[in-house]
């Protein structure tokens, strides 16, 4: 029995797999119309909270589930299209007034209207930043929300800078940007009521109006803002990080075996945004014209409420230099305390206001393989390796230039401005040197003749040293051999000897800058071309 399980597990060590002669899949087709539409989810936020810091730990202590390779990663290693995602940045050249642009298009909205224009017919319902919607005919609904007199600023830039990030890096994020007006441009409607998340309802009159304005960050008589673009389709609640819809047959990958849910973490490290559950999500279903005239559509999957990033402000001190360190009750570092007597020195501990209004946000102390949001994410807990280096190819793309670019939608004062974008591309680099060096960091690839091209990006950012020369091989059952290769800028080509009849080969590259390579499975025709067939990063 022992000799049969050596025997098998030695053929699989030593077998190359065979990827099928056609195009990876680049489109994930799950946004077939269906009807009807899907019911409403509600999160409560205690529940979830309970549930994920709580309860689920102890759950997971007992199980035995390994993360394993996220379930939608195609045959190049990259994420199809799909209703969660869309490849954006890298996919394209993507320039810095894209960026900008970003979800918004030209449906913005307009200070210099007449007085009285934006019309408030709804009260904002809960969360940290007070607010209203207004409705503006013929460019459509804004959910405008005020910075708090502890917190000036920070939120309205940083939901404006994160959402055109997450949308660039291509996940699906509302419309928003920062607004400065006047505020004789509102009219409320009468007969508001909103109600708080304690449940309380209260009228949304003009004196809760003016209540919210006077709180608000101010430049002259010019109220700031952030004003996010309402949703187009039915909303439908909050996505889950785990599980499927059973309401919606598109559904069909759980959410936590997801790739560009697990690598998200990385996202949410680099932009501080700690408060990533599944209430700051929503799921809207988006119409499809149907012939006999009957509702049908699709669910889009979009991430939003990300006022939370760049330093958020609490009313605890304590609690607001853990932010990105631990959750907010964080067992394993209690228990740790308890067994050390409390002497090992945490990071939050060497904390310093050193951003202004972005208080402990900084590049010091930063790990993003040990970054914690508020509480765990089931999605997160389980980005492996792969998950994780898919994220930093995708960061790697932000340049210095694009990263400015993101931030001047902040329409923070100069200091506030250099600080952030400083900060920002430091983390972006810790990132990448601690994503980009281990797996293999050769991407683009491509076809050129006979050659196989891409770009090492640990090289062209700057983030990985040089351990040796790059060195390309042809590998087969009975070993390897070497392949001519060159190096230029980042660029990296290998070409392959003609064969003498049409083969399968197995290319493996070594950057020089991973820890490990890179196996590349061609279909070779000869003169007639080769094809890439797979990716495999070891």
Request: hydrophobic share 40%; proline share 7%; net charge neutral.
């Amino acid at each position: 029995m022992r000799l049969v399980l050596f025997c098998l597990v030695s053929s699989c060590a030593t077998s190359i797999p065979h990827y099928p002669q056609r195009e990876p899949l680049r489109n994930d087709d799950d946004r077939q119309p269906f009807a009807p539409a899907p019911r409403e989810y509600v999160s409560p936020f205690i529940w979830d909270g309970a549930d994920q810091m709580l309860f689920r730990p102890v759950a997971r202590a007992f199980a035995v589930d390994p993360a394993g390779r996220a379930r939608n990663a195609n045959a190049y290693d990259e994420v199809p299209d799909s209703s969660w995602f869309e490849n954006r940045i890298g996919a394209t050249a993507f320039s810095a007034s894209e960026l900008v642009n970003g979800p918004c298009g030209d449906r913005v909205l307009d200070v210099n209207m007449p007085a009285g224009s934006w019309v408030i017919d709804q009260g904002k319902p809960n969360g940290a930043n007070p607010g209203f919607r207004v409705n503006i005919p013929g460019i459509g609904k804004f959910m405008l929300k005020a910075d708090t007199a502890a917190d000036p600023e920070r939120p309205t830039g940083a939901t404006a800078i994160a959402t055109r990030l997450y949308h660039a890096a291509g996940y699906f994020a509302p419309c928003d940007s920062v607004v400065y007006f006047d505020p004789k441009l509102l009219h409320l409607n009468p007969g508001l009521m909103v109600t708080d998340n304690t449940g309380v309802a209260k009228p949304f009159d003009d004196r809760a109006l003016q209540a919210l304005l006077a709180k608000a960050s101010h430049r002259a008589r010019l109220v700031r803002m952030g004003a996010s673009r309402w949703l187009p389709g039915k909303p439908l609640g909050p996505s889950r990080y785990e599980g499927t819809r059973d309401d919606d047959p598109n559904d069909v990958v759980a959410h936590e075996d997801r790739r560009e849910l697990r690598g998200a973490r990385l996202m949410a490290a680099w932009l501080g945004h700690f408060d990533s559950r599944e209430q700051n999500t929503m799921d809207v279903f988006m119409p499809v014209p149907s012939a006999s005239g009957k509702e049908q559509g699709y669910v889009r999957h979009y991430i939003m409420d990300l006022g939370d990033c760049f330093g958020s402000e609490w009313a605890w001190d304590m609690l607001t230099r853990r932010i990105g360190h631990a959750y907010y009750f964080d067992f394993e570092y209690a228990a740790l305390d308890f067994v050390t007597l409390g002497l090992v020195e945490r990071p939050w501990e060497r904390a310093r206001r050193d951003g202004g209004i972005f208080n402990y946000f900084s590049a010091r102390d930063f790990d993003p393989e040990a970054w914690r949001g508020g509480y765990p994410n089931p999605a997160f807990l389980r980005m492996t390796e792969a998950d994780g280096a898919w994220m930093a190819r995708i960061i790697a793309r932000f340049d210095d230039a694009l990263v400015a670019a993101a931030v001047s939608v902040g329409k923070y004062d100069a200091q506030s401005t250099a600080y952030l974008t400083r900060t920002l591309i430091a983390r972006r680099d810790l990132i990448l040197k601690r994503y980009l060096t281990r797996l293999s960091s050769w991407s683009d690839l491509h076809v050129e003749g006979r050659k196989l091209c891409g770009v090492d990006l640990a090289a062209r950012a700057g983030v990985a040293q040089q351990r040796h020369e790059p060195r390309a091989s042809l590998v087969n059952e009975d070993g390897a051999s070497a392949l001519e290769l060159s190096a230029r800028q980042g660029e990296l080509c290998v070409e392959l000897p003609l064969p003498a009849a049409n083969k399968y080969r197995v290319v493996e590259v070594n950057t020089g800058t991973s820890e490990r390579p890179l196996r590349a499975y061609l279909y070779d025709f000869g003169k007639r071309g080769l094809r890439l067939a797979g990716i495999e990063r070891e």
